[in-house]
């Protein structure tokens, strides 16, 4: 266990539905990330947060995602009218924030399943 | 709980044996590099990183190894173990960046 919680652990939402997932970062961490996990692939980035301000955004972060981080907590990650394509694991890791930005090391949460029916 | 293996290389060693895990990477600017461990239905788990200035870092029954010139990052692990079975992945982050890209991962099974 990192100290990264995701929730639910697992999501079954029919093709159109709107899902919203949730992370809690290890507590003292600033920076808060998205990845995004096929299967038989690694973990695809889709977007980060410096505290509340999100910093960066993946062209894979379509206008049906929404990722927000209001108090520099906790995170969701909203996906609009689901497709069939956005059935993935949902990774979330947290980092401290302090430290040179190419020697972060980021700790990953257990994912959220999600399956688009 | 779900494969992360599927379609991925796969390496099978006996327990006790020595494993040696390979990647290429692909991007000289690259200054940080991490494995990662990744067990069905679990997210990745740190377990070595390395800075572009090294060749070499020991860690506990792990060791990575750094070849700039040819672009390649191994991790070792010793006396391997049936709790090492998992998905490796190999990570770099490109300087200045907050992005960590994946490798396609290994699999590695542990025969006991």
């Known amino acids: 266990d990192t100290g990264v919680s995701q929730d639910p652990r697992h999501k079954i939402t029919k093709r159109g539905q709107n899902v919203t997932f949730r992370c809690d970062p290890i507590?003292?961490?600033?920076?808060l990330y998205w990845y995004r996990q096929t299967l038989g692939q690694g973990p695809e980035f889709l977007t980060y947060?410096?505290?509340?301000?999100?910093?960066?955004k993946s062209r894979l972060l379509s206008d049906r995602f929404s990722a927000e981080r209001p108090k520099g907590s906790f995170s969701t990650l909203e996906i609009q009218r689901t497709e069939q394509g956005d059935s993935a694991m949902y990774l979330c890791?947290?980092?401290?924030?302090?430290?040179?930005?190419?020697?972060?090391?980021?700790?990953f949460g257990p994912g959220t399943r999600l399956l688009v029916l | 709980g779900e494969s992360v293996g599927l379609h991925l290389p796969t390496l099978s060693v006996q327990e006790g044996d020595n494993s040696i895990i390979n990647c290429a990477y692909s991007?000289?600017?690259?200054?940080?590099f991490i494995w990662y461990k990744q067990e069905s239905g679990k997210g990745p788990q740190f377990i070595i990183d390395?800075?572009?200035?090294?060749d070499k870092r020991q860690g506990q029954r792990v060791t990575v190894l750094l070849n700039k010139t040819v672009k390649h990052l191994s991790l070792q692990i010793a006396a391997t173990q049936p709790g090492d079975s998992a998905v490796y992945f190999c990570?770099?982050?490109?300087?200045?960046?907050?992005?960590?890209?994946f490798g396609t991962g290994t699999k590695l099974q542990v025969i006991p």
């Open positions: 890791a947290s980092s401290l924030g302090l430290r040179d930005y190419s020697e972060e090391t980021q700790y």
């Open positions: 507590s003292e961490h600033n920076r």
């Open positions: 390395i800075r572009s200035n090294m």
């Open positions: 991007n000289s600017a690259s200054d940080y």
């Open positions: 947060f410096q505290n509340e301000a999100q910093l960066e």
């Open positions: 990570a770099e982050n490109k300087g200045g960046y907050q992005k960590v890209t």
